[in-house]
Structure formats: structure tokens, C-alpha cells
């Protein structure tokens, strides 16, 4: 399949979705919106050329494209998964002819909450008649489900952790070699994290216990974000400020990736000039974070701060002596917890009884107590 059509079959979701919530924007014909249909139908077009249907999948909440698993789409349209999932929707396929009107229609129909106006979603779709959109729904088979609450949606945010430390590997590893990645697969991943931790749902929490040493930079920085999230909600963050954090936090340790691995995974001591290497990691973030194309001012701190320390007994020092950022301090509480809790090549985990003992009674480590001791609340 060449490069063009690659490309459509993953803006096809996007455009699903961008569609959708543009409707809740503009009036019906509004040009936004029929510009952004006229690209769809295009790109489905093009790739039904040749073949006799293309098919979507939703599960667990990931996207899928004839079977192969679409990463960034499955971070980055949470609105569509969701669309789909609240209507028990499996898979949308679309036939060769689909026009336009159907592909509105069959949208303006998928963006309705379940439950609005008494509308059902089956009766809708039969009595539309589409004759080039068919959606297939999930079919509970007695014995093969399960009868614990939620147990659904904690093995979908299983699977979505699992696919990030895919795409942060992925970013990092980009990162190292000096290569551009795309930045709106953080923006996905961020987006997950927010929403998932604004849900309140304590088993989103839990995710943070999935460690593992093979790949414990990736998960150590998704850990980090979703404890630094918490503890923002904790603070009465509103959602725009969760999403600066949650971007900072997930990328604070981006500058390690300049770091030797035979370094960061050394089981003795440092010498001198290998610590001097690790202490330089924060500027090396800010430089990296600093040569994108937008992003927020607290992020760029925190990349920088999370180090230093509240009382600035850490590293690098301070410009003009000032204190951390309340997110770079914040986001120090979230890095010490998640590593001592964590298998290192140079400790093992500490229990989460050890580990909030610990950072209760190491004030000189420079830790916010105040952060401290929110987190073990």
C-alpha cells in the first residue's frame, strides 16, 4: 500500500471524529463542516477503489483498520471509541458508493448520547436505510464475559497503558537518534491520562502498579504523569492546567535519552563525571522541549525544575534563586515515589508503606511536604 494511502486510512478516524464535535459547533451546511466532509468521502473513495469494503474496528478502546491496530488513532480520537463503545458498536464498514449525505447522516447519528430523547441508536440506523454503511455490534456469549463491575473498562486501560509505553518508547527512541516524531501522539496520550484521571475511577489509579524493568523509562513516565495528575486534581487544577501538567510530567525525563543506557542502568556507585552526565539531563530537556512548535511555559518548567528541589538543595540551580514551579515540585514528589517503588538496577522496590515513610521523613531530599503529603492521603 503506498505512503497516500497509508496516511488516509489513519486521518479517516480523525475526520470522523472532528466531524462529529464541529456539529455540536456550526449550524447544518455550515462550509467547516462540508469542507471537512468533502475530504472524507474523498479519502474513503480512494481507498474503496479496488476493494470491496473498508472496515473499522472498536474494542477495548483501540481503533482498528482491518485488523491492524491503529496506535496514535486510538490515543488521539477517544471521542470516536467512545461514540462507538457507548452504542456497543464492534465495527463500521463502509461500502464502495458511500456518498456524502450517508456519511453526514450516519455521523449525525453516532454523536448522540445514548439516552438523549429516548433515541435508539438500532431503530435510527434501520430506519435510515444507509445502503453503503454497515456497523456490526458486540454479541455478549454466555460464560465468556465477566460478572466483575468495570472489569471491561479496566482491561481497555490496561491495554491502552500497554500501547503507550509503545508510543513513548517509539518518541524516545526518535528523540536519541535526533529524528522528529510527531508531538500530536503526546497530545493523545495527554489526553487519555486527563480524561482517564478526571473520571475519578480509582482502577485508572491502579495502573501505576503495571512495572516492569525491561521498559521502565516508558512506564516510568506514564506512572509519573497519572500520579502527578492525581495529585493535581488533588489541587483543584482545572482540565487546561491537568493537560500542561500531564505533558510536562510525561515527558519530564525526555533528556535522559541523551544519557548512556550503561549509565542510567549502572547497578554501583557513580563516579564523579557519570554523575555530572545524569545531572545534566534537566537542561537537555528544556533544550529538546524548547524546539517545539507550541507548548506551554509550566511544561518547559517542569522539564527543567523537576530536580531542583523545594528548598533548591537539587540540581541545576535556580536563576536567580527563585522556587520550582508548584508543578516542577509536584511532579518531584510523583518521580521519587514512582522510583522507589519501582525495580532498579541499583535498589529494589520499595513497598508503598516504605516509600511514603520514607519521603514523610526525608525533608532534606528538597520534597514539597505539602505535595507528600497529599499523594498519602
Same mark, same amino acid.
Given at each position: ?135 456490526? =455490534?458486540?454479541?455478549?456469549? $454466555?460464560? #465468556?464475559? !465477566?460478572? @466483575?463491575?468495570? +472489569? ?109 543506557? =550503561?549509565?542510567?542502568?549502572? $547497578?554501583? #556507585?557513580? !563516579?564523579? @563525571?557519570?554523575? +555530572? ?101
Amino acid at each position: 500500500m503506498s505512503l497516500g494511502l497509508l496516511n488516509k486510512e489513519k486521518k479517516i478516524p480523525a475526520l470522523l471524529m472532528t466531524i462529529g464535535k464541529n456539529m455540536g459547533l456550526y449550524p447544518d451546511g455550515h462550509p467547516e463542516i462540508a469542507s471537512l466532509v468533502d475530504e472524507l468521502h474523498e479519502d474513503i473513495s480512494s481507498l474503496l477503489s479496488g476493494r470491496e469494503r473498508l472496515t473499522y474496528s472498536f474494542r477495548d478502546g483501540q481503533i482498528f483498520f482491518e485488523e491492524e491496530i491503529l496506535i496514535e488513532e486510538s490515543f488521539s480520537c477517544i471521542e470516536l471509541t467512545s461514540w462507538c463503545e457507548a452504542k456497543n458498536i464492534d465495527r463500521v464498514i463502509f461500502l464502495p458508493q458511500v456518498d456524502r449525505e450517508e456519511i453526514i447522516r450516519f455521523i449525525s447519528l453516532l454523536r448522540i448520547k445514548p439516552g438523549a430523547d429516548d433515541f435508539d441508536f438500532s431503530a435510527e440506523f434501520k430506519l435510515a436505510g444507509f445502503a453503503h454503511i454497515e456497523v456490526k =455490534k458486540l454479541i455478549a456469549v $454466555s460464560g #465468556k464475559g !465477566t460478572d @466483575k463491575p468495570g +472489569e471491561d473498562e479496566r482491561q481497555g486501560d490496561i491495554k491502552k497503558y500497554e500501547l503507550a509505553t509503545v508510543v513513548i518508547s517509539d518518541i524516545f527512541d526518535k528523540t536519541r537518534k535526533a529524528e522528529t516524531f510527531d508531538q500530536s501522539k503526546v497530545d493523545g496520550i495527554v489526553d487519555w491520562l486527563v480524561k482517564g484521571v478526571l473520571s475519578k475511577d480509582s482502577s485508572f489509579g491502579a495502573l501505576t502498579s503495571l512495572k516492569n524493568f525491561d521498559d521502565y523509562t516508558c512506564r516510568h513516565s506514564i506512572n509519573v504523569a497519572i500520579l502527578s495528575l492525581n495529585l493535581g486534581l488533588k489541587l483543584g487544577l482545572r482540565e487546561e492546567q491537568l493537560v500542561w501538567l500531564g505533558t510536562g510530567a510525561l515527558l519530564h525525563d525526555i533528556g535522559k535519552m541523551h544519557v548512556p543506557i =550503561k549509565i542510567l542502568n549502572k $547497578s554501583n #556507585k557513580l !563516579t564523579r @563525571k557519570e554523575w +555530572e552526565i545524569i545531572k545534566a539531563h534537566p537542561v537537555e530537556t528544556l533544550r529538546i522541549l524548547s524546539g517545539w512548535a507550541s507548548i506551554e511555559k509550566s511544561a518547559l518548567a517542569i522539564g527543567y525544575e523537576h530536580h531542583m528541589g523545594c528548598d533548591l538543595s537539587g540540581y541545576p540551580e535556580s536563576p536567580g534563586g527563585t522556587r520550582p514551579h508548584v508543578f516542577s515540585r509536584l511532579v518531584q514528589v510523583a518521580d521519587v515515589y514512582d522510583g522507589l517503588t519501582s525495580e532498579r538496577a541499583y535498589h529494589t522496590p520499595f513497598s508503598l508503606a516504605e516509600a511514603q515513610n520514607y519521603m514523610l521523613n526525608e525533608v532534606e531530599k528538597g520534597l514539597d511536604q505539602t505535595m507528600v503529603k497529599l499523594l498519602v492521603d
